[in-house]
């Protein structure tokens, strides 16, 4: 029998509660979550920290639709996702997330303007592309290629196109991790805009340490549990971090 729902808060995003994700090779079981319970609420930035294997990855993966758990719920504000069909799950994905990864992920062949608009015109409420991409301070550059656009520049580009779609969560896996630290904070500063502006919750997993004085709450993994969550009160502008 299903739990009842998590008890509803206007501010809520998503929830998942007793979130197991097991994986069996031959006679290995390897268990990725182990009763992990995550919110997520509207206009906050959440940084996931541990280290690799601890779990953040298959956490984002099942909360952004791209997984299934092996145990637990996840919920969408009032929705679970959980007893969600392949169909409802692609219109979730479609309609209410963003999503943003280490590699960007650019189609070589189309300037960044059609690259955003690759998202726009299946949106049901899309920013044009030009806005989106002036959004995270490209609006000279919608002409460009990605191979005229530098790392920083590409990465922000597919943080546009994510954003696009006015997702109301963004989940970001290592969006600076292949970016030197003054790209990397330029690209930092371009998800703190679009936070700000859009009210999008925001999780972002990172191995540096540094990126969470930015963040609203940190939440500490490791061997597929939460070991920790703390709230941040002397939350740093992306613009002051350091590393």
Not at 94 to 106: A, E
Not at 108 to 113: D, I, V
Not at 163 to 168: G, N, Q, S
Not at 224 to 234: H, K
Request: proline fraction near 5%; glycine fraction near 8%; aromatic fraction near 6%.
């Amino acid at each position: 029998m299903s739990e009842a729902p998590v008890a509803p808060d206007a501010k809520r995003t998503l929830s998942a509660r007793g979130l197991s994700k097991i994986y069996h090779s031959g006679e290995v079981i390897v268990r990725a979550l182990d009763n992990v319970d995550f919110d997520l609420f509207r206009g906050e930035i959440v940084v996931l920290l541990g280290p690799s294997g601890s779990g953040k990855s298959t956490l984002l993966n099942i909360v952004g639709g791209l997984d299934a758990p092996s145990k637990g719920q996840v919920f969408f504000k009032d929705q679970e996702l959980t007893r969600f069909n392949d169909r409802a799950l692609t219109a979730y994905r479609r309609d209410h997330v963003g999503f943003v990864f280490q590699f960007y992920n650019l189609i070589p062949s189309l300037t960044a303007a059609e690259n955003v608009a690759l998202v726009t015109e299946i949106a049901p409420d899309p920013v044009a592309p030009a806005d989106a991409l002036a959004l995270v301070g490209l609006a000279d550059r919608i002409h460009h290629f990605p191979a005229q656009l530098s790392g920083g520049e590409q990465q922000r580009v597919a943080i546009a196109r994510a954003i696009a779609k006015r997702p109301e969560i963004l989940l970001c896996d290592e969006p600076t991790g292949a970016l030197d630290s003054k790209t990397g904070v330029i690209v930092l500063e371009a998800l703190e805009t679009i936070n700000r502006e859009f009210g999008t919750a925001t999780a972002l997993i990172t191995h540096n340490a540094d990126i969470a004085k930015m963040a609203d709450r940190i939440v500490t993994l490791g061997d597929g549990r939460v070991t920790s969550v703390q709230e941040n009160e002397n939350r740093l502008p992306a613009a002051q971090i350091e590393w």
